[in-house]
Every structure is written in structure tokens, then in C-alpha cells.
């Protein structure tokens, strides 16, 4: 049986958040290469607050996205579910 790829998109998972939106998912520019839609991460790093996260796109090329940390983890927070 043959699967098909419909993408792929980065997101995080911090104790027991789930994101559930994706954190990076390929815009219409970076969807097009020899696997398409796809972008993907090997890591990320924190400079002066900013969440610098280097990533693939499409096996075809590589780019940075920034997003505040705060930003990030104020959104963590907002999903986190409620104590039980």
C-alpha cells in the first residue's frame, strides 16, 4: 500500500502542553522541492528573548524563523489544559 505525504510542520511539546496550532508550517513559497510542503527542524536556540529556530523546507532549501520567547510561552500557557 502507497502512502501519501500531505506535510509536514513543526510544533513542540512542553511537559504535558500540546500545541495545537503548528509553530512553523511552509507558506506557499516554501512548499515546492523534491519533498513538498514539508519544513523541518533539528533544534532551536534563545538569543536575548528571541527563539531562533533554523529549518529545512521542501529538502530544497534552508531559512530562520524568530518568534519571542515570551510570545511562546504565554501561548503554552494559554493551551495548557486545566488541573484535573
Not at 7 to 34: A, C, F, I, M, W
Request: with cysteine; proline share 7%.
Amino acid at each position: 500500500m502507497r502512502e501519501t505525504i500531505t506535510g509536514y510542520s513543526v510544533s513542540y511539546t512542553h511537559l504535558d502542553v500540546y500545541k495545537r496550532q503548528p509553530l512553523l508550517k511552509p507558506n506557499q513559497n516554501e512548499r515546492e522541492g523534491y519533498v513538498p510542503n514539508v519544513v523541518y527542524t533539528c533544534g532551536a536556540l534563545v538569543h536575548s528573548g528571541e527563539l531562533i529556530i533554523p529549518y529545512g523546507m521542501a529538502d530544497n532549501a534552508t531559512g530562520f524563523a524568530t518568534v519571542a520567547l515570551a510570545e511562546v510561552l504565554a501561548a503554552m500557557e494559554r493551551e495548557a489544559p486545566s488541573p484535573a
